[in-house]
Protein backbone atom coordinates (compact mmCIF):
# COMPACT_ATOMS: atom_id res chain seq x y z
CA UNK A 1 0.00 0.00 0.00
CA UNK A 2 1.43 3.42 -0.85
CA UNK A 3 1.16 6.00 2.03
CA UNK A 4 1.26 9.92 0.80
CA UNK A 5 3.61 11.85 2.47
CA UNK A 6 2.35 13.47 5.80
CA UNK A 7 1.68 17.42 5.63
CA UNK A 8 1.62 18.91 9.22
CA UNK A 9 -0.31 22.60 9.25
CA UNK A 10 2.00 24.55 11.93
CA UNK A 11 -1.16 26.34 12.75
CA UNK A 12 -2.86 23.23 14.06
CA UNK A 13 -1.46 22.48 17.63
CA UNK A 14 -2.89 19.79 17.38
CA UNK A 15 -1.21 17.86 14.00
CA UNK A 16 2.48 18.78 15.73
CA UNK A 17 1.69 16.73 18.78
CA UNK A 18 -0.23 14.20 17.35
CA UNK A 19 3.09 13.39 15.02
CA UNK A 20 6.06 14.10 17.37
CA UNK A 21 5.83 11.24 19.60
CA UNK A 22 6.02 9.28 16.22
CA UNK A 23 9.51 10.76 16.06
CA UNK A 24 10.64 9.36 19.30
CA UNK A 25 8.43 5.95 18.83
CA UNK A 26 6.27 6.62 22.42
CA UNK A 27 4.94 9.67 24.18
CA UNK A 28 7.52 11.32 26.61
CA UNK A 29 6.87 12.31 29.74
CA UNK A 30 8.41 14.49 32.22
CA UNK A 31 10.44 16.21 29.02
CA UNK A 32 11.36 19.20 27.32
CA UNK A 33 10.65 18.18 23.61
CA UNK A 34 11.84 20.53 20.48
CA UNK A 35 10.73 19.77 16.80
CA UNK A 36 12.81 22.12 13.99
CA UNK A 37 11.40 23.91 11.14
CA UNK A 38 13.74 23.88 8.13
CA UNK A 39 13.34 25.87 4.78
CA UNK A 40 15.56 23.80 2.52
CA UNK A 41 14.32 25.94 -0.61
CA UNK A 42 12.60 29.01 -0.55
CA UNK A 43 8.83 28.82 -0.04
CA UNK A 44 8.64 25.40 1.17
CA UNK A 45 9.53 24.38 4.84
CA UNK A 46 9.73 20.94 6.14
CA UNK A 47 10.43 19.02 9.47
CA UNK A 48 13.99 18.53 10.94
CA UNK A 49 15.39 17.75 13.99
CA UNK A 50 13.51 16.42 16.72
CA UNK A 51 14.72 16.22 20.51
CA UNK A 52 13.94 15.00 23.68
CA UNK A 53 15.23 16.05 27.09
CA UNK A 54 14.50 14.87 30.86
CA UNK A 55 13.11 17.35 33.14
CA UNK A 56 14.74 16.38 36.13
CA UNK A 57 18.33 16.27 34.28
CA UNK A 58 17.60 20.13 33.02
CA UNK A 59 16.54 20.93 36.43
CA UNK A 60 20.06 20.24 37.59
CA UNK A 61 21.96 23.34 38.34
CA UNK A 62 24.30 24.76 35.13
CA UNK A 63 22.93 21.60 32.84
CA UNK A 64 20.51 23.22 30.74
CA UNK A 65 22.41 25.44 28.86
CA UNK A 66 24.95 22.67 27.84
CA UNK A 67 22.59 21.03 26.30
CA UNK A 68 20.60 24.18 24.58
CA UNK A 69 24.24 25.17 23.33
CA UNK A 70 24.41 21.41 21.86
CA UNK A 71 21.17 21.36 20.01
CA UNK A 72 21.51 24.96 19.06
CA UNK A 73 25.16 23.90 17.17
CA UNK A 74 22.86 21.26 15.07
CA UNK A 75 20.34 23.61 14.10
CA UNK A 76 23.21 25.67 12.43
CA UNK A 77 23.81 22.94 10.59
CA UNK A 78 20.46 23.25 8.74
CA UNK A 79 18.36 25.86 7.44
CA UNK A 80 16.24 26.16 11.05
CA UNK A 81 13.73 28.60 10.77
CA UNK A 82 11.66 27.83 13.65
CA UNK A 83 11.73 26.13 16.71
CA UNK A 84 8.21 24.32 18.02
CA UNK A 85 8.80 23.35 21.97
CA UNK A 86 6.27 20.70 24.10
CA UNK A 87 6.72 20.19 27.41
CA UNK A 88 5.27 17.02 28.50
CA UNK A 89 4.84 17.02 31.88
CA UNK A 90 1.96 16.70 34.50
CA UNK A 91 2.86 19.42 36.67
CA UNK A 92 -0.30 22.01 36.79
CA UNK A 93 -0.91 23.99 33.62
CA UNK A 94 -1.35 27.40 35.05
CA UNK A 95 2.08 26.80 37.01
CA UNK A 96 3.80 25.87 34.04
CA UNK A 97 2.51 29.07 32.06
CA UNK A 98 3.80 31.30 35.00
CA UNK A 99 7.03 29.84 35.47
CA UNK A 100 6.47 27.91 38.82
CA UNK A 101 7.51 24.35 39.52
CA UNK A 102 10.22 22.57 38.15
CA UNK A 103 9.18 22.20 35.15
CA UNK A 104 7.65 25.52 34.70
CA UNK A 105 11.46 27.04 35.69
CA UNK A 106 12.69 24.72 33.39
CA UNK A 107 10.66 26.07 30.51
CA UNK A 108 10.95 29.60 31.19
CA UNK A 109 14.67 29.53 31.12
CA UNK A 110 15.06 26.91 27.91
CA UNK A 111 13.26 29.60 25.77
CA UNK A 112 14.91 32.56 27.06
CA UNK A 113 18.69 30.46 25.83
CA UNK A 114 17.00 28.64 23.00
CA UNK A 115 16.97 30.76 19.74
CA UNK A 116 14.41 31.09 17.51
CA UNK A 117 11.49 29.51 20.09
CA UNK A 118 8.99 31.38 21.26
CA UNK A 119 6.10 30.87 24.38
CA UNK A 120 3.21 31.19 20.98
CA UNK A 121 5.02 28.69 19.64
CA UNK A 122 5.28 25.86 22.73
CA UNK A 123 2.92 23.45 24.02
CA UNK A 124 2.36 21.45 27.13
CA UNK A 125 1.08 18.19 27.46
CA UNK A 126 -0.15 16.19 30.37
CA UNK A 127 -1.87 13.04 30.48
CA UNK A 128 -5.21 14.39 30.22
CA UNK A 129 -5.24 17.39 28.33
CA UNK A 130 -2.73 20.09 25.81
CA UNK A 131 -2.58 23.69 25.75
CA UNK A 132 -0.60 26.48 24.04
CA UNK A 133 2.09 27.85 26.28
CA UNK A 134 0.81 31.27 25.28
CA UNK A 135 -2.34 31.38 22.67
CA UNK A 136 -1.64 33.26 19.72
CA UNK A 137 -4.96 34.16 18.93
CA UNK A 138 -7.42 33.98 22.13
CA UNK A 139 -9.51 32.53 22.82
CA UNK A 140 -7.74 29.04 21.34
CA UNK A 141 -7.66 26.71 24.59
CA UNK A 142 -9.64 26.54 27.26
CA UNK A 143 -8.79 26.89 30.76
CA UNK A 144 -7.93 23.61 31.72
CA UNK A 145 -6.52 23.11 28.25
CA UNK A 146 -8.12 20.53 25.43
CA UNK A 147 -8.86 17.02 25.76
CA UNK A 148 -5.80 14.70 25.06
CA UNK A 149 -8.11 12.26 22.88
CA UNK A 150 -8.43 14.87 20.57
CA UNK A 151 -4.51 14.22 19.61
CA UNK A 152 -5.84 10.23 18.49
CA UNK A 153 -8.49 11.22 16.09
CA UNK A 154 -6.58 13.45 13.57
CA UNK A 155 -5.67 12.71 10.39
CA UNK A 156 -2.02 12.46 11.77
CA UNK A 157 -2.22 10.03 14.26
CA UNK A 158 -4.48 8.11 11.26
CA UNK A 159 -1.97 8.18 8.72
CA UNK A 160 0.56 6.96 11.27
CA UNK A 161 -1.47 4.14 12.18
CA UNK A 162 -2.12 3.44 8.15
CA UNK A 163 1.67 3.36 7.74
CA UNK A 164 1.93 0.44 10.51
CA UNK A 165 3.37 2.82 12.77
CA UNK A 166 3.06 2.14 16.35
CA UNK A 167 3.90 3.78 19.76
CA UNK A 168 5.70 2.26 22.59
CA UNK A 169 4.44 2.21 26.05
CA UNK A 170 7.59 3.66 27.43
CA UNK A 171 10.84 4.68 26.22
CA UNK A 172 12.55 1.27 27.58
CA UNK A 173 9.99 -0.76 25.61
CA UNK A 174 12.08 0.63 22.34
CA UNK A 175 14.57 -2.16 23.58
CA UNK A 176 14.35 -5.79 21.89
CA UNK A 177 11.97 -8.27 24.48
CA UNK A 178 14.41 -11.06 25.83
CA UNK A 179 11.19 -12.92 26.88
CA UNK A 180 11.03 -16.72 25.22
CA UNK A 181 10.15 -19.65 26.16
CA UNK A 182 12.17 -21.76 28.35
CA UNK A 183 12.36 -24.62 25.25
CA UNK A 184 13.10 -22.72 22.59
CA UNK A 185 16.05 -20.44 24.39
CA UNK A 186 17.73 -24.17 25.28
CA UNK A 187 16.95 -25.22 22.04
CA UNK A 188 18.40 -22.04 20.41
CA UNK A 189 21.52 -22.15 23.38
CA UNK A 190 22.39 -25.61 22.40
CA UNK A 191 22.57 -24.72 18.35
CA UNK A 192 24.40 -21.99 19.07
CA UNK A 193 27.20 -23.79 21.57
CA UNK A 194 27.58 -26.28 18.36
CA UNK A 195 27.85 -23.81 15.71
CA UNK A 196 30.48 -22.26 17.88
CA UNK A 197 32.20 -25.30 18.77
CA UNK A 198 32.58 -25.84 14.80
CA UNK A 199 33.74 -22.18 14.43
CA UNK A 200 36.68 -22.85 16.38
CA UNK A 201 37.67 -26.24 14.82
CA UNK A 202 37.06 -25.06 11.55
CA UNK A 203 40.28 -24.88 8.89
CA UNK A 204 40.76 -21.13 7.49
CA UNK A 205 40.07 -22.78 3.93
CA UNK A 206 36.93 -23.24 4.90
CA UNK A 207 35.68 -19.93 6.30
CA UNK A 208 34.68 -18.44 2.78
CA UNK A 209 32.14 -20.92 2.41
CA UNK A 210 31.34 -21.56 5.71
CA UNK A 211 30.56 -17.35 5.23
CA UNK A 212 28.40 -17.42 2.80
CA UNK A 213 25.97 -20.95 4.19
CA UNK A 214 25.57 -18.16 7.16
CA UNK A 215 24.57 -15.29 4.61
CA UNK A 216 22.39 -17.79 3.38
CA UNK A 217 20.64 -18.77 6.52
CA UNK A 218 19.85 -14.71 7.38
CA UNK A 219 18.54 -14.30 3.55
CA UNK A 220 16.23 -17.14 4.02
CA UNK A 221 15.45 -15.77 7.31
CA UNK A 222 14.81 -12.44 5.91
CA UNK A 223 12.68 -13.66 3.16
CA UNK A 224 10.69 -16.07 5.40
CA UNK A 225 9.77 -12.78 8.03
CA UNK A 226 9.01 -10.39 5.42
CA UNK A 227 6.25 -12.68 3.41
CA UNK A 228 4.47 -13.64 6.60
CA UNK A 229 1.28 -11.63 7.51
CA UNK A 230 1.52 -12.51 10.92
CA UNK A 231 4.41 -13.38 13.98
CA UNK A 232 7.72 -15.47 12.70
CA UNK A 233 8.06 -18.50 13.94
CA UNK A 234 11.42 -19.85 13.00
CA UNK A 235 13.19 -23.21 14.05
CA UNK A 236 15.21 -21.89 16.83
CA UNK A 237 18.13 -23.02 15.65
CA UNK A 238 18.32 -20.20 13.27
CA UNK A 239 18.34 -17.26 15.57
CA UNK A 240 21.00 -19.42 17.63
CA UNK A 241 23.32 -20.28 15.11
CA UNK A 242 23.15 -16.76 13.40
CA UNK A 243 23.45 -15.26 17.06
CA UNK A 244 26.69 -17.27 17.98
CA UNK A 245 27.83 -16.60 13.86
CA UNK A 246 27.71 -12.59 14.83
CA UNK A 247 30.60 -13.04 16.50
CA UNK A 248 32.88 -13.60 12.82
CA UNK A 249 33.96 -10.44 12.35
CA UNK A 250 33.77 -10.38 8.21
CA UNK A 251 30.01 -11.96 8.76
CA UNK A 252 29.31 -9.34 10.58
CA UNK A 253 30.36 -6.56 9.28
CA UNK A 254 28.40 -8.51 6.06
CA UNK A 255 25.29 -8.74 8.06
CA UNK A 256 25.63 -5.15 8.79
CA UNK A 257 25.88 -3.71 5.79
CA UNK A 258 23.12 -5.92 4.27
CA UNK A 259 21.08 -4.65 7.09
CA UNK A 260 21.46 -1.18 6.40
CA UNK A 261 21.77 -0.92 2.35
CA UNK A 262 19.49 -3.83 1.30
CA UNK A 263 22.33 -5.73 -0.69
CA UNK A 264 23.60 -8.47 -0.15
CA UNK A 265 28.08 -8.02 -0.12
CA UNK A 266 30.84 -10.56 0.35
CA UNK A 267 31.98 -10.79 3.60
CA UNK A 268 35.50 -8.94 3.74
CA UNK A 269 35.08 -6.71 0.26
CA UNK A 270 35.82 -3.73 -0.54
CA UNK A 271 32.10 -2.76 -0.96
CA UNK A 272 30.91 -4.01 3.01
CA UNK A 273 33.96 -1.92 4.23
CA UNK A 274 33.25 0.68 3.18
CA UNK A 275 29.70 0.52 4.43
CA UNK A 276 30.60 2.03 7.56
CA UNK A 277 32.11 5.50 6.15
CA UNK A 278 29.34 5.45 3.51
CA UNK A 279 26.49 5.75 6.31
CA UNK A 280 27.88 9.09 7.66
CA UNK A 281 29.49 10.43 4.55
CA UNK A 282 28.35 8.72 1.38
CA UNK A 283 25.00 8.85 -0.57
CA UNK A 284 23.61 5.56 0.98
CA UNK A 285 19.91 5.97 1.36
CA UNK A 286 17.80 3.34 3.34
CA UNK A 287 16.09 0.56 2.08
CA UNK A 288 12.73 -0.11 1.51
CA UNK A 289 10.29 -0.60 4.33
CA UNK A 290 9.55 -4.20 3.76
CA UNK A 291 13.77 -4.61 4.46
CA UNK A 292 13.64 -2.84 6.93
CA UNK A 293 10.96 -4.29 9.12
CA UNK A 294 12.29 -7.89 8.10
CA UNK A 295 15.55 -6.86 9.55
CA UNK A 296 14.05 -5.49 12.69
CA UNK A 297 12.22 -8.92 12.97
CA UNK A 298 15.13 -11.12 12.49
CA UNK A 299 17.52 -9.11 14.58
CA UNK A 300 14.91 -8.92 17.06
CA UNK A 301 14.61 -13.06 17.19
CA UNK A 302 18.78 -13.40 17.45
CA UNK A 303 18.23 -11.46 20.51
CA UNK A 304 15.34 -13.14 22.06
CA UNK A 305 16.91 -16.69 21.66
CA UNK A 306 20.27 -15.62 22.77
CA UNK A 307 21.24 -16.21 26.49
CA UNK A 308 22.30 -13.90 28.76
CA UNK A 309 26.00 -12.05 27.22
CA UNK A 310 25.52 -13.83 24.21
CA UNK A 311 23.00 -10.75 22.35
CA UNK A 312 25.55 -7.96 22.14
CA UNK A 313 26.41 -8.08 18.17
CA UNK A 314 22.56 -8.30 17.51
CA UNK A 315 21.76 -5.42 19.78
CA UNK A 316 24.93 -3.31 17.88
CA UNK A 317 23.07 -4.27 14.53
CA UNK A 318 19.86 -3.54 15.63
CA UNK A 319 20.74 -0.01 17.33
CA UNK A 320 22.65 0.66 13.95
CA UNK A 321 19.29 0.15 12.04
CA UNK A 322 17.52 2.19 14.39
CA UNK A 323 20.29 4.95 13.82
CA UNK A 324 20.14 4.28 10.31
CA UNK A 325 16.46 5.12 10.14
CA UNK A 326 16.51 8.55 12.46
CA UNK A 327 15.35 6.27 15.67
CA UNK A 328 17.50 8.14 18.22
CA UNK A 329 15.99 7.53 20.92
CA UNK A 330 15.71 3.57 20.34
CA UNK A 331 19.15 3.46 19.01
CA UNK A 332 19.88 4.89 22.53
CA UNK A 333 18.29 2.24 24.47
CA UNK A 334 19.23 -0.56 22.34
CA UNK A 335 23.23 0.20 22.26
CA UNK A 336 22.48 0.47 26.45
CA UNK A 337 20.92 -3.06 26.09
CA UNK A 338 23.93 -3.72 23.96
CA UNK A 339 26.64 -2.94 26.52
CA UNK A 340 24.73 -4.35 29.38
CA UNK A 341 24.77 -7.65 27.57
CA UNK A 342 28.07 -7.14 26.22
CA UNK A 343 30.22 -4.69 27.68
CA UNK A 344 33.27 -4.75 25.42
CA UNK A 345 31.31 -5.11 22.20
CA UNK A 346 33.33 -2.60 20.18
CA UNK A 347 30.40 -2.53 17.30
CA UNK A 348 28.07 -0.92 20.83
CA UNK A 349 30.84 1.12 21.54
CA UNK A 350 31.05 3.05 18.52
CA UNK A 351 27.22 3.49 18.04
CA UNK A 352 27.36 5.22 21.42
CA UNK A 353 30.02 7.21 20.18
CA UNK A 354 28.38 8.32 17.73
CA UNK A 355 24.88 8.88 19.96
CA UNK A 356 26.87 11.26 21.93
CA UNK A 357 28.80 12.67 19.12
CA UNK A 358 25.22 13.76 17.25
CA UNK A 359 26.52 12.27 14.33
CA UNK A 360 23.30 12.29 11.77
CA UNK A 361 22.81 9.70 8.92
CA UNK A 362 24.09 10.69 5.31
CA UNK A 363 20.65 10.51 4.10
CA UNK A 364 19.43 12.88 6.91
CA UNK A 365 17.58 15.94 5.26
CA UNK A 366 14.46 16.98 4.99
CA UNK A 367 11.81 14.29 4.59
CA UNK A 368 7.73 15.24 4.54
CA UNK A 369 6.82 18.64 3.92
CA UNK A 370 4.62 21.17 6.17
CA UNK A 371 2.37 23.46 4.95
CA UNK A 372 3.74 26.72 5.32
CA UNK A 373 1.85 29.11 7.89
CA UNK A 374 0.98 29.43 11.97
CA UNK A 375 4.73 29.83 13.04
Not at 212 to 217: A, G, I, S, T
Not at 350 to 371: I, M, N, Q
Request: proline residues 9%; charged residues 20%; glycine residues 10%.
Amino acid sequence: MDIEPITLKLNRPEDLLAYLPYRFGYVPTESLAMLTVLQPVPGAVAPGLAARLDIADLATPGALPGAASGIAAQMAQDPTVAALTVLYTDEPLQDVRAGRGTAGRVLQEWLEVMPLTHRTESFVVSTGAFACLECASEPCCPEAGHPITRLSETAIAARMVLAGEALAPSREALGCSREVDAHRLAVATHAADRERRAMRNRPPERQSRWRRRMLDLYGVALAEAGTLRGPWWPDATVPGRLGVALADPHLRDAILAWTVTGERGRPGSPEVMRTFEDMVTGDLEPPGPAHVQACRVVLGEIVRHAAPGRAGYALAIRGWLAWWCGEGARAEVLVRQCLEDHPGCTLGQLLEDALAGGVRPAWARPHSCVTPGGF
